[in-house]
């Protein structure tokens, strides 16, 4: 399997799980108990070295333009693998947690483009956190705490997450040019948090 294609499909798959904390957290009441299972999604991904756009976007400015260019594929095969579930979920007895997306998704659009692009820096700066903690932290218990507590703390602040409301997007059914224009700067605004600290570490 060449390196590009294995790229993709493993992307792919790190969208079906956002696609599965998604649907977790749409079909439980609680934002707090929904929050705390959506991060099976990130706790899969890095336990089995899936591809996430928030995660790898992160060490952008540590590697060559090979990975600058599977980023942008692994940004694909995440849309590819949120729409995927959600039409896969969208024939089965649980499809009503739609009408869910939908209201979530309808604020998120009467939203301004420049407060999505602060709470998406925001967003991936939590990310960061998690999934760096995840990866270096020499701590066993440390390394879950930095996965959960990153994870649950940018969606109970309601920070924006692209690949979590490409899920949101698809299982409402509402895509279009703004739905566009939002996700690309949900993305960007998940790139600049990303950056943030790898970008201060350099410094000296």
């Known amino acids: 399997m060449g390196s590009g294609l294995k790229t993709f499909l ?33 706790f899969t991904i890095c336990t089995f070295g899936l591809n996430l756009y928030t995660g ?54 009467d939203d301004s483009l420049v407060s999505i692009f602060i709470l998406a820096i925001f967003c991936n700066l939590m990310i960061f956190i998690g999934v760096d903690g995840y990866k270096n932290n020499p701590h066993e218990v440390g390394k879950y705490l930095a996965l959960f507590f990153g994870v649950m703390v940018f969606i109970l602040c309601g920070f924006e997450h692209c690949i979590a409301n490409m899920f949101y997007i698809s299982m ?9 224009v939002f996700l ?15 970008l201060l570490r350099k410094v000296k």
């Open 10 to 42: 493993y992307a792919v798959v790190a969208g079906l799980c956002i696609a599965v904390g998604g649907t977790v957290f749409l079909s439980i009441e609680n934002k707090i108990i929904g929050a705390l299972f959506f991060t099976v999604a990130l």
């Open 56 to 109: 790898k976007v992160c060490y952008l400015f540590e590697n060559d333009r090979k990975y600058a260019l599977n980023v942008l594929i692994i940004w694909l095969g995440n849309l590819v693998g949120t729409w995927a579930s959600s039409m896969l979920i969208g024939a089965t007895r649980i499809a009503g947690i739609a009408e869910k997306a939908a209201a979530l998704c309808q604020v998120k659009f």
């Open 172 to 180: 409402a059914g509402m895509w279009s040019g703004k739905a566009v």
């Open 184 to 198: 690309i700067v949900n993305t960007l605004g998940n790139a600049v948090g990303g950056w943030i600290v790898p």
